[in-house]
């Protein structure tokens, strides 16, 4: 069995028979010394029992409270949920399938800037000038004026943290 260059073609095939790998199916995982293949547990469960026959699903049990896996898998336990800090709010809570995600709460923006630690600060209040855009979890405010100036629009972000 050559083809055209008179090198084998079956080489591939052999190497498989010898080394016994076995090929998994999309959605499968190999396990254990045998080489088989197991089906991967749904997003929101984890395997809590390995099964060592081919092509057959162990044992699927859903995610303690607390703990998520978003995807299928075929890991042993469950992901943590992260946990917000005192600074911040829940926006949506962790389930079995997702993770909690957390926003600084009102009166509040998040900055990640390279300039800012991961945290919450005060938003910057216009004083007598007019607004341009509004504090969001996310965003400072843009006042029309610099508050301490009264001049050109909002303080930089460095005097915002210094303040903060």
Do not use: W
């Amino acid at each position: 069995m050559f083809d055209a260059h008179g090198l084998p073609f079956c080489v591939l095939y052999e190497v498989t028979m010898v080394t016994g790998k076995t090929s998994c199916n999309p959605g499968e995982y190999e396990v254990g010394e045998n080489l088989s293949c197991s089906r991967v547990c749904p997003a929101g469960y984890y395997v809590s029992t390995r099964i060592d026959q081919n092509h057959h699903i162990g044992a699927c049990s859903p995610c303690p409270s607390g703990t998520f896996r978003a995807h299928p898998s075929e890991e042993p336990r469950c992901v943590p949920c992260a946990q917000c800090r005192e600074d911040q709010e829940v926006v949506k809570r962790c389930s079995t399938t997702s993770d909690q995600e957390c926003q600084c709460q009102p009166g509040k923006f998040y900055c990640d800037s390279e300039d800012c630690t991961e945290s919450c600060f005060r938003c910057t209040r216009c004083g007598d000038g007019a607004i341009l855009q509004p504090c969001t979890a996310i965003n400072n405010t843009v006042c029309a004026l610099n508050p301490e100036s009264g001049e050109g629009p909002i303080p930089s972000l460095k005097s915002v943290k210094a303040k903060g």
